[in-house]
């Protein structure tokens, strides 16, 4: 059974920077796609980017182009958000998740002064 | 970046069947956009229940069924239990991007 851990998420100022990581175990890791949702209080579901099992590919949604990066170290079977550039609208549970099947239980970000 | 449309809300009897619908703005869906569908209840994490349009997991319950449906993909649930009351969200293959419909709150009554 896969189990995936979000952690990072906290409170940072507009313009700020955040690492999230998302862990996995029970899986062989290196095999899946590895995606990050995001959702907003009481919004729906956001899909941001995702990850190739190798890293080869990785695809982001227009809202966050250029501000996020993804990416994984399988040898550690982790995967990577670099949000920078936060904005208040970034505010949200943001959720990893394997081949869109496994989730996490999210991570919540708040972007405030 | 292209919209996926789907209803906000919609209410069904227990017992009954619903179908929920998942549009996108650059026209008819087809399989090529491997549409996906989750439940998602309050204070929890999304389930995924159909994949690549009509493929159900190992844990989608057989009352559950995906399909196309006039230009749209659907997911239908059939013989309604008030524990389906939930938040379904579609979500559509765009070269290389997921898109997700903005949801639609089911409440069964």
């Known amino acids: 059974e896969v189990q995936l851990v979000e952690s990072g998420g906290g409170l940072v100022q507009p313009g700020g920077s955040l690492r999230l990581s998302c862990a996995a175990s029970?899986?062989?890791?290196?095999?899946?796609?590895t995606h990050w949702v995001r959702q907003a209080p009481g919004q729906g579901l956001v899909w941001l980017s995702h990850?190739?099992?190798?890293?080869?590919?990785?695809r982001y949604a227009d809202s966050v182009k250029g501000r996020f990066t993804v990416s994984r170290d399988n040898a550690k079977n982790t995967v990577y958000l670099q949000m920078n550039s936060l904005r208040a609208e970034d505010s949200a549970v943001y959720y990893c998740?394997?081949?869109?099947?496994?989730w996490g239980q999210g991570t919540l970000v708040s972007v405030s002064s | 970046q292209t919209v996926v449309t789907q209803e906000p809300s919609l209410t069904v009897s227990p017992g009954g069947t619903v179908t929920l619908t998942c549009a996108c703005s650059?026209?008819?869906?087809?399989?090529?956009?491997?549409a996906n569908w989750f439940q998602q209840k309050p204070g929890q994490v999304p389930w995924a229940l159909i994949y690549?349009?009509?493929k159900k997991h190992s844990w989608t319950p057989a009352r559950f069924s995906g399909s196309l449906l006039g230009g749209k993909a659907a997911l239908t649930l059939s013989y309604v239990q008030p524990d389906d009351e939930a938040d379904y969200y579609c979500?559509?293959?765009?070269?290389?991007?997921?898109?997700f419909g903005g949801g639609t709150k089911l409440t069964v009554l």
């Open positions: 998740a394997t081949d869109l099947t496994s």
């Open positions: 029970g899986v062989i890791f290196r095999t899946f796609w």
């Open positions: 990850i190739k099992d190798d890293g080869s590919d990785i």
């Open positions: 650059s026209g008819a869906v087809t399989s090529g956009y491997y």
């Open positions: 690549e349009t009509t």
């Open positions: 979500q559509l293959f765009f070269g290389g991007v997921w898109v």
